[in-house]
């Protein structure tokens, strides 16, 4: 393991010591107080960078006690990595069997009704109001918008293991997962939308 060029040869930092597997518990459990201290060189504000002598560090990890407490810290970490996976995969199942009712209609059904309900959404917010908009006067890019928000808006998710769901993996997980699938769902039932809805998805919203 290189040495960071910060802290000087012969001198590891907290941020190096972390890339060699430390831990902030560990090095205060087994190297106690820094050998030396310097001025932060990224944020002069910041406290001073705790250095450690790099052949302390390596005494350390030559001791029974340090390899012992790697081993059980390695374990600890591939354990909790595969709860982590196995949750996912059960949130991705559940997922699955979601009921997921995406509304069909012809694309020009389907601009008639989203321009009305935008304009039924600006309707209700205060201040003045503006003229009503019209399918044939509304651009393209923000029709389809406006499209996939009127999908969203009527599309039903039924399945008695949403409580489940957000008792295990919490409800705003469980709602992102949901939401994105059912961005899937109108992507795959209209085709034409499909660029739109990745948009939103990468926007992590609609309007």
Excluded: C
Aim: hydrophobic share 45%.
């Amino acid at each position: 393991m290189q040495v960071r060029h910060d802290a000087g040869e012969g001198w590891m930092s907290g941020s190096a010591l972390a890339e060699r597997g430390w831990t902030v518990a560990a090095i205060r459990r087994f190297l106690g107080e820094p050998d030396r201290t310097v001025p932060n060189p990224a944020f002069r504000t910041a406290g001073p960078m705790r250095l450690f002598r790099l052949e302390r560090v390596v005494a350390a990890e030559q001791t029974e006690p340090w390899q012992r407490w790697r081993e059980r810290f390695v374990q600890r970490s591939a354990r909790s990595r595969a709860v982590a996976a196995a949750k996912r995969a059960e949130l991705l199942a559940d997922i699955a069997a979601l009921d997921i009712r995406v509304p069909v209609m012809s694309m020009e059904t389907l601009a008639g009704l989203a321009v009305a309900h935008r304009n039924e959404v600006v309707r209700s917010r205060p201040g003045p109001r503006a003229r009503p908009a019209t399918a044939a006067e509304t651009d393209a890019a923000t029709l389809r918008r406006w499209m996939v928000g009127y999908l969203r808006h009527r599309t039903t998710v039924h399945n008695a293991t949403l409580d489940r769901m957000y008792a295990r993996v919490g409800r705003a997980e469980a709602t992102v997962a949901i939401r994105n699938t059912v961005f899937a769902v109108i992507a795959a039932t209209y085709p034409a939308l499909a660029d739109e809805t990745r948009r939103q998805v990468a926007r992590g919203t609609s309007t």
